[in-house]
């Protein structure tokens, strides 16, 4: 844990700009070491203030990284600013080029079975260099077994895309047993496969991703309710800070 750390409602993001972020992860990458990312945004946050569990795990994490608009928002309303988002699919696809640059070991967990395997095609067809030791889809019973071909394959990044808090929840019970990085990375398989387009440039610098996808995604709007309640939990913090 760093001691440059903001409280949003209970969650401890690290405040970090990019650059540091990026110098911190080739260390790590380079060291192979056991390191932990978790990328909340203002849904998981509320997720996290009403399960004690998740909330501890995601606090304990070695990187909590600001993964939405709403938190950078929240942290400037409570006059904690940060300096930017670091979004998850931008630190995957970090990852993944370090991993092609230092020939790294890589194992990926989690999606559709469609999914994962356009994830590997695109992988071998545009980082060449990247050791692709393993992968399994989201669809499996036996986290004990997925575990252990984790740790026989001794990756040192393993991409984790089951969903939260499931995903925080496997990595946390089984990172002690193979030294890597871990990270919980969602839906962001769905982008890397080319399965779903990410939001255009225009929407990401404004901070209008979550409205791209809910423009494609009509489905999510009762997941989008998340973010107004957030907002009223920061106003009611802000008042109470003050």
Known sequence: MHNNRINIL?????????????????????????????????????SARENTRFSNIVNNA????????GIIKGANMLDTPMHERLTGFDTLMFLI???????????????KPEVINASVARIK??????????????????????????IEKNPDIVLVALGSPK??????????????????????????????KRAPKIFQKLGLEWLYRLAKEPTR????????KYLHLI????????
């Open 221 to 228: 709007f009762g997941r989008m309710l998340a973010i107004p």
């Open 125 to 150: 067809r545009e980082f060449p260099k990247i050791d692709l030791v393993g992968y399994h889809d989201g669809y499996f019973k036996d986290d004990q077994k997925i575990a252990d071909d984790i």
């Open 10 to 46: 209970g969650t401890e993001f690290d405040n970090f700009t990019e650059e540091e972020f990026h110098q911190l992860l080739k260390t790590d990458l380079s060291q192979h070491a056991n390191k932990f990312i978790v990328t909340p945004n203002p849904e998981i946050v509320l």
């Open 167 to 196: 995903q925080e929840f496997f990595i946390n019970q089984y990172r002690d047993q193979c030294d890597a990085i871990w990270i919980g990375v969602g839906g962001s398989f769905d982008v890397f496969s080319g399965t779903k």
């Open 235 to 242: 106003k009611k913090a802000k008042k109470q800070k003050n």
């Open 62 to 69: 070695d990187y909590v990284i600001p993964d939405g608009i």
């Open 97 to 111: 080029k370090q991993a092609n640059e230092q020939h790294a070991k890589v194992y990926l967990l989690g999606a």
